[in-house]
């Protein structure tokens, strides 16, 4: 069926150390996808994307990897703040569809 | 440029009633998405509106039901509410060839 998970729900790390958050996704016919930040009380914030033809793609203190074999996804967080506290998730998308399927989130916690 | 915007943010209303959510989209963007967020999940797809015909649609009741005007925002309408419709209810709009879709703050509905 359509689904998206995540395998930890709670991260804790130390602040300065990188994050590495997880996804496996189950729909192979999906071809985009998206990390998104929401802080308590706010919507969704989109943080990065990639698409199906990409194995990887960096953005500012973030990367995304992609391994279509395995059905994962990942979104890696360096020098992590304690802004990055919150809960992400990760969604994917069958082109022309426009229906984004969520996970249940994983919570960052970050020490100080 | 204005981001994604939400009206009300809280609501209260009584089982059995109906409400209407307002959403406006991001500027330039002529899509708009609707997600239901319960405590603690993931958003779920809820139907897209795009140049104001819907556009997909999640596994949600007839009693779920929109419209998009043709300046591109949208309402999202609940007939007689239930208690489990009591959550966070998302809009996020996108443009163009682009799958990203921009969140607004949300409108909380509680159900009594």
């Known amino acids: 069926g359509e689904s998206v998970g995540l395998h930890l729900p709670t991260l804790s790390v130390q602040e300065g150390d990188n994050s590495i958050i997880n996804c496996a996704y189950s729909?192979?016919?999906?071809?985009?996808f998206i990390w998104y930040k929401q802080e308590s009380g706010k919507g969704p914030q989109f943080i990065i994307d990639i698409r199906s033809n990409m194995d990887k793609r960096q953005g500012q203190r973030v990367t995304v990897l992609l391994n279509k074999t395995v059905k994962h996804l990942s979104l890696q967080i360096a020098a992590t703040q304690p802004g990055d506290s919150a809960v992400y998730f990760c969604a994917e998308n069958m082109s022309n569809t426009g229906k984004l399927i969520f996970g249940q989130g994983t919570t960052l916690q970050v020490k100080p | 440029e204005t981001g994604v915007t939400q009206s009300p943010t809280h609501l209260i209303k009584t089982r059995g009633q109906q409400v209407t959510l307002r959403c406006s989209s991001q500027?330039?963007?002529?899509?708009v998405s609707w997600y239901q967020q319960a405590l603690g999940q993931g958003p779920q797809f809820i139907f897209q509106y795009y140049r104001e015909e819907e556009n997909g649609r999640g596994n949600f009741p007839p009693r779920f039901s929109g419209l998009q005007f043709p300046n591109y925002s949208s309402e999202l309408n609940v007939n007689a509410l239930e208690l489990d419709d009591s959550a966070l209810y998302l809009c996020a709009s996108s443009g163009g060839t682009s799958y990203e879709q921009y969140f607004g703050p949300g409108t909380r509905l509680t159900v009594t």
């Open positions: 500027s330039g963007h002529n899509t």
């Open positions: 729909n192979s016919a999906s071809d985009y």
